[in-house]
């Protein structure tokens, strides 16, 4: 059996000893957990699966609070479980979008008319139930190989998805639009499968992928037997498009300035990007503030006490999140 745990430190690598209990969350063993994601206001989302055999594994998105109590609100007492012939393979991964719905992944069977083994994905509402408007039912099965466990989801500006992850000693990479449709303009009828990569016993893995303009490349490893043992070698595949690919827009350090950081009254906030809303959050997750934001713009801060907090800034294109000291 596994135990799993949550630990909050901080950025010093020591213990927040307010989280959960003195600053640890037992999920116990009854769950497997291989995916952790947090929202903007610091919610994580814990996604696994629920073995209950060999063949009866079930999918789980678990959601845990800023405080480090499991949130009794999400699904059904704070778990969503896809309990109807499903079986979730063992690895998951996890988006969280803008709007604050889940995007999930994971390999497995979920039958759905001929189709029953290949990459499950779903979509859930914040509250944790199915969102379906998405593949109609919230979940779908999407054959690729037998094998399908996914390794990286991107979100793009228009809102589709990238998902790429391995196949049967090869990679893959699909492109869904908002609904979970295929996009059929991206690879063919949606789907690029490489070759296979390695010999035939030895596995490939696929570690993600990066969009560059006109072409994505596959990242991954594949093995083979050398000398007395089993060797690995890095492997970059490169697909070219006839159209620019839209690609995820971030913010960093170069794009965004905050300043005076600490602060007492005033933060101004100067961005290369054009932000429309910002939000204030304190350190236990709690938003404290928030407002339209112009390209350019000073936020009064003067009534927030002394202290730590995250800001967060988003557009149509893009969010970040940034952190500041009120003095």
């Known amino acids: 059996n596994y135990n799993y745990y949550v ?3 901080f950025s010093n690598g020591s213990v927040d000893t307010s989280y959960a209990n003195n600053g640890s969350l037992s999920l116990g063993n009854t769950y497997r957990y291989n995916k952790l994601k947090s929202n903007a206001q610091g919610d994580l989302f814990i996604a696994g699966k629920h073995q209950i055999s060999d063949s009866n594994r079930r999918i789980l998105v678990t959601k845990v609070n800023t405080s480090g109590i499991i949130d009794s609100s999400f699904a059904t007492n704070g778990n969503f479980l896809q309990v109807s012939g499903t079986y979730s393979g063992d690895y998951s991964q996890l988006e969280i979008l803008n709007d604050g719905k889940i995007l999930g992944a994971t390999s497995g069977s979920f039958c759905n008319g001929s189709n029953c083994f290949g990459l499950i994905v779903y979509r859930l ?5 199915l969102d379906t408007s998405f593949r109609e039912t919230g979940i779908g099965v999407i054959p690729i190989q037998s094998n399908s466990d996914p390794s990286e989801i991107k979100v793009l500006p228009d809102s589709s998805y990238i998902i790429s ?3 049967i000693r090869s990679f893959y990479a699909i492109k869904l639009n908002s609904n979970g449709d295929f996009d059929t303009t991206f690879g063919t009828d949606g789907k690029i499968i490489t070759p ?16 560059y303009e006109n072409a994505i490349v596959l990242v991954g490893i594949h093995s083979i037997w050398y000398g007395s043992s089993t060797q690995y070698i890095g492997v970059l595949r490169k697909y070219f498009f006839s159209e620019t690919l839209s690609t995820p827009v971030h913010l960093n350090e170069n794009d965004i300035l905050l300043y005076p950081n600490p602060v007492k009254s005033v933060l101004n906030i100067q961005s ?6 910002y939000k204030i959050y304190d350190i236990k997750g709690s938003k404290v503030q928030d407002s339209k934001l ?3 713009e000073a936020v009064n801060v003067e009534n927030l006490k002394s202290g730590i907090y995250l800001i967060y800034l988003e557009s149509d294109e893009l969010t970040a999140i940034h952190k500041f000291i009120k003095k």
């Open 272 to 277: 290369s990007k054009k932000i429309t809303n």
């Open 165 to 167: 992850g391995t196949g």
């Open 294 to 296: 112009q390209n350019s």
């Open 196 to 211: 296979q990569i390695s010999p035939e016993g030895y596995p490939a893995y696929n570690i993600g992928f990066e969009i």
């Open 7 to 9: 630990t909050k430190l």
């Open 125 to 129: 509402l914040p509250n944790g139930t």
